[in-house]
């Protein structure tokens, strides 16, 4: 099975800073087709995962351009340009690249 | 607009069965593969189980195995999770979502399932 690790596992911002949360797979996510498996996902308080951000670095339809994601191979970032309070949650990120999907462990996002 | 609602949910001791369903809309339900993800509570996020648009093709994550049975009825536009030998351990809840490509594009509410004696 493929591991997630995420970094760090809690973050507390400053409205308006940046943040960014790391994630490391425990083999490459990039498939025979040119594509890399790799997917941010959101939860925010009470509520379901949503997602954030496909394929590495697309953004998902709605989602604010405050969010990119980065990255290659095994290691990938996520940032928050200026976090916002409505940004608050758990963010997780997770491979598809092969069966079992996994998830990474999760970092909470808090606003100071 | 997309919409997956779970039911099914409840109080179950260990050893017992309970099943699931999911309902979608909002989009050509048979085009899309369907799955189960699952949230203990206070913990991360859990594959649960995949099954194909037409049903023929279904994944597990292993430590399931023999006990879920994913299944979905296209005419009614329903997904389902067959859970039986529940253990304590499979308290959580069940998130009904729909797969695009290979990611997860819409969740739904969820339904909690604890299990308990």
């Known amino acids: 099975d493929i591991v997630m690790t995420q970094t760090p596992l809690s973050l507390s911002v400053t409205p308006g800073q940046p943040a960014s949360i790391s994630c490391k797979s425990s083999q490459s996510l990039l498939d025979s087709d040119g594509k890399t498996y790799l997917y941010w996902y959101l939860q925010k308080p009470g509520q379901s995962p949503q997602l954030l951000i496909y394929e590495v670095s697309n953004r998902f339809s709605g989602v604010p351009d405050r969010f990119s994601g980065s990255g290659s191979g095994t290691d990938f970032t996520l940032k928050i340009s200026r976090v916002e309070a409505e940004d608050v949650g758990v963010y997780y990120c997770?491979?598809?690249?092969?069966?079992?999907?996994?998830f990474g462990g999760g970092t909470k996002v808090e606003i100071k | 607009e997309v919409q997956l609602v779970e039911s099914g949910g409840g109080l179950v001791q260990p050893g017992g069965s309970l099943r699931l369903s999911c309902a979608a809309s909002g989009f050509t339900f048979s085009s899309y593969e369907m799955n189960w993800v699952r949230q203990a509570p206070g913990r991360g996020l859990e594959w649960v189980s995949t099954i194909s648009g037409s049903g023929g093709r279904t994944y597990y994550t292993d430590s399931l195995k023999g006990r879920f049975t994913i299944s979905r009825d296209n005419s009614k536009n329903t997904l389902y999770l067959q859970m039986n030998s529940l253990r304590v351990e499979d308290t959580a809840v069940y998130y009904c979502?729909?797969?695009?490509?290979?990611?997860?594009?819409?969740w739904g509410q969820g339904t909690l399932v604890t299990v308990s004696s």
């Open positions: 997770m491979q598809s690249i092969q069966v079992p999907l996994t």
């Open positions: 979502v729909k797969r695009r490509n290979r990611d997860f594009d819409y």
